[in-house]
């Protein structure tokens, strides 16, 4: 079976445009889950969905958005990219929202020039 | 809120040695706990998880970690370190609050 796969896996940006992440989750798992990883520190929380609804917020500007479909796979965008968003972005998938167990894809990671 | 705090972030031990890896929660509620290996250029990897029941837990490369709620804390232990274990560990409450990371280190 395929695990969590994200696309792309590295990518270039300037200051100011736009980005969108992608995920594909684990057959049978409908939550998604996306962290930014800063070089150095732990990954923080971004969003989770379930089911195509969201179900957390971390504490990100209105600048990050995502989004779930029919198919459970998701998107997370950026737009207005800053320097400081330059950083590895994670999405994991887990079967049900809340405190389960992640499977992490091997991330997107991103430099904002 | 929930906090994770991952004493040393750092850590460095010889090969056959005794791996100890610090993880302090604060929340009056006992959360669900993970710990979690990075190695490069992947994503993370589950190691082990308590949620309710027996508070020492055992999980996958010999590693094993106690839950102390008087302490508030979720140690990770591993009894004899191998080379393959120099990797990045992050202890999670929730699954959505994440320590800073221990990077750990194996000497020959």
């Known amino acids: 079976d395929a695990g969590v796969t994200q696309s792309p896996t590295h990518l270039i940006k300037t200051r100011g445009q736009h980005v969108t992440l992608r995920c594909s989750p684990i057959?049978?798992?409908?939550?998604v889950s996306w962290y930014q990883q800063v070089l150095g520190q732990g990954p923080q929380f971004i969003f989770q969905?379930?089911?195509?609804?969201?179900?957390g917020r971390g504490n990100f500007p209105d600048r990050f958005s995502a989004r779930q479909f029919p198919n459970y796979s998701s998107e997370l965008n950026v737009n207005a990219l800053l320097l400081g968003d330059s950083a590895l972005y994670l999405c994991?998938?887990?079967?049900?929202?809340?405190?389960?167990?992640?499977?992490f894809g091997a991330g997107s990671r991103l430099t904002v020039l | 809120a929930q906090s994770v705090t991952q004493l040393g972030s750092h850590v460095s031990v010889s090969e056959g040695a005794l791996v100890l890896l610090r993880c302090n929660y604060s929340?009056?509620?006992?959360?669900?706990l993970f710990w979690y290996v990075q190695y490069p250029n992947q994503g993370l990897q589950l190691l082990l998880k308590y949620t309710t029941g027996a508070t020492l837990v055992k999980g996958i490369n010999g590693f094993e970690a106690e839950f102390k709620k008087s302490e508030t804390s979720f140690h990770l232990t591993k009894p004899s370190a191998h080379m393959s274990d120099a990797a990045e560990y992050f202890c999670a409450a929730y699954a959505m609050r994440f320590g800073a990371g221990t990077r750990l280190t194996v000497k020959p």
């Open positions: 929340s009056s509620v006992p959360p669900y």
């Open positions: 969905y379930y089911e195509k609804e969201e179900r």
């Open positions: 994991a998938s887990s079967l049900q929202a809340g405190a389960n167990v992640l499977t």
């Open positions: 057959s049978g798992h409908k939550s």
